[in-house]
C-alpha cells in the first residue's frame, strides 16, 4: 500500500515539474517583456533583475505621457481661417481640388486641413462670392502672441481665428508666411502671458519618441504618440526638402501643429502625410525645428525670407556621371547650366563644373547644395570645392539674393530633321543644329531614338540638343563620334551628354556600348 501511494507522488511530481516550468517560464518572458518596454531598458550591460510581483506591477502601470502632455498642451491652438471661395490664389483650395482627384497618384503627399464649404456643400458646384472655412493647428512660441502655422493653412485668408485649450478665442494676424517651406507666423495681440514652447536645439533621433498635438477633423486638442521613423525625406515638394517622418497619427487639421521630444520641446512642425485613402496610414512628415527656427526668426524680424543665391542648375552626381567625369565617388551637385549674370557665372564656374563643398563642408547631392546655401544670407562670401575639367579647385563669391520667380532657360525645340548618320553606340540618329529649323546653331539634333538603345533608357527623346560630349562642343555628328571614341580608349564607361530639352539643360550620362 505505502509502495502504491509513493508510486502515485512520485507519478505527481513527474507530472507537476514541467507544468511548474512552463508557469515559471511564463513569469520570466513577462519580465524580459517588461524589461524591453521599459524607457530606460538597454539591451547590453543590464545590471539588474526585476523580480516577477515587480514586473507585473509594472506591466499593470505603463509609464505615459500624461506629465508631457498636461505641459505642452495649453500652448497649442486651433487656427481658423476664411477664404473666399474665389481666390483661385489660395494653397487650401487648390490643395482640396487636387485631393479630390481620384486620378492623383497616391492621393500625392498631402497637405492636412480641414475644409469645409458653405452650407454644407461639400461635393456641391461652385457658387460665386461664397467664403469657405479652414481648419489647422498651430503652437505660441513666445509670450506675447506669436504662434507657428503652415503657410498652406492661412495662405490668402480674408481673416484668421485661434482657439486655446480652454476654449478662448483671439483674433490673429499673419506676420509672414514662406511658401517655400509652408511655414507661417502669426501674431494675437493684447496678452503678455500666452503660454508657449520652445523649439528643440537638438536633431532627433530616429527612433526616439514623438508626441503630436493638433486639431484633426476640427476635434481640438487631440494627442497622438509615435516615433521618428526617418529623417531628410524628399518627397517632391521643393528644393529645400529634408522632412522628419513620424509615424504618430496626424490627419487633416492638424496641419501647422507641433511634434514634441520627451523633454517638451518641439522636433518639427506637421505638414503632410502620404495618404492614399485621404486618412493617416501611419507615415507623416514635419518641418524640421532647424529650419523653422530660421525662417521664423526672418518672418518676426521683416516678415519675409530672403536666401542666398549661386545661379545655377544643378543635379545629383550619379555613379554613371561620376565614372564619365573621373571623380572617385558619386558625390556633389552637377552643374546643368549657370544663369547669366549670377554670382557663380561670374566667377567661372561652367556646365560640367561638380561642386563638392561649401565652405569645407562636403555637398552629398543637389538638395544639398540648395538647402546649404539657401541658409546663408545674400552678400555671404563662400567658397566653393569644384572639380572643374578633371582637377579640383577652390572658388570664392559672394551670393546673391534668390530671385522669386525664375526664368525658363530653354526654348522648344521644333522643327523635322533631316535624318542623318546613326551612331550606334548610342542608338540615335542626329543632324546638325543649324540644319534643324527652331535648333539654334550650338550643337546636334536627335531626329531618332532607338527604343532599344542605351540613349532611350537614360531619357533622351527625339528633339533633343546635344550641346557637347565628354565636356567637349559638338557640332555636327563626326565630333560627337571622335568624342564617344576618346571615352572609349580613355577606359570609360560611359560618356556624358549636356543635353537641351525644351525647358531645361540637364547632363545625362550614357553607357557605351
Known sequence: MNDRVNSDITTSRRILKPRRLALLGTVAALGVAVLAASPGFSPLGVTSFIA???????AATPPGFGDLVARVKPAVISVRVRIDQDNDKSAMLQQNRMDSDEDAPFDQFSRQFGFRLPGGMNGMPRQRHQMVTGEGSGFFI???????????VVDHAESVQVTMDDGTSYTAKVVGTDPKTDLALIKVDGKKDFPFVKFSDQKPRIGDWVVAVGNPFGLGGTVTAGIVSASGRDIGNGPYDDFIQIDAPINKGNS????????????????????????????????????????????????????????????????????????????????????????????????????????????????????????????????????????????????????????????????????GNGTPRLGLSLAPAGDVQGAGQKGVVVTEVDPQGPAAQRGIQTGDVILNVGGKPVANVGDVRAELAQAKSSGKNSVLLQIRSADATRFVAVPLA
Request: glycine fraction near 12%; charged fraction near 20%; hydrophobic fraction near 40%.
Open 52 to 58: 516577477p510581483a515587480q514586473a507585473a506591477e509594472s
Open 256 to 419: 501647422g501643429g507641433p511634434a514634441f521630444d520627451m523633454s517638451g520641446n518641439v522636433i518639427g512642425v506637421n505638414t503632410a502625410i502620404f495618404s492614399p485613402s485621404g486618412g493617416s496610414v501611419g507615415i507623416g512628415f514635419d518641418i524640421p525645428a532647424t529650419t523653422a527656427k530660421l525662417v521664423v526668426a526672418q518672418l518676426k524680424d521683416k516678415g519675409a525670407v530672403t536666401r542666398g543665391w549661386l545661379g545655377v542648375q544643378v543635379q545629383p552626381v550619379t555613379s554613371e556621371i561620376a565614372d564619365s567625369l573621373g571623380l572617385k565617388e558619386a558625390r556633389g551637385a552637377i552643374v546643368d547650366n549657370p544663369q547669366d549674370n549670377s554670382p557663380a557665372a561670374k566667377a567661372g564656374i561652367e556646365a560640367g563644373d561638380v561642386i563638392t563643398a561649401v565652405n569645407g563642408t562636403a555637398i552629398k547631392d543637389s538638395r544639398d547644395l540648395a538647402r546649404t546655401v539657401a541658409t546663408l544670407a545674400p552678400g555671404t562670401s563662400v567658397k566653393l570645392d569644384v572639380f572643374h575639367k578633371g582637377a579640383s579647385k577652390t572658388v570664392t563669391l559672394a551670393l546673391g539674393e534668390l530671385p522669386n520667380e525664375r526664368q525658363a532657360q530653354g526654348k522648344a525645340d521644333e522643327g523635322k530633321a533631316q535624318p
Open 142 to 152: 513666445s509670450a506675447d502672441g506669436y504662434a507657428v502655422t503652415n503657410n498652406h
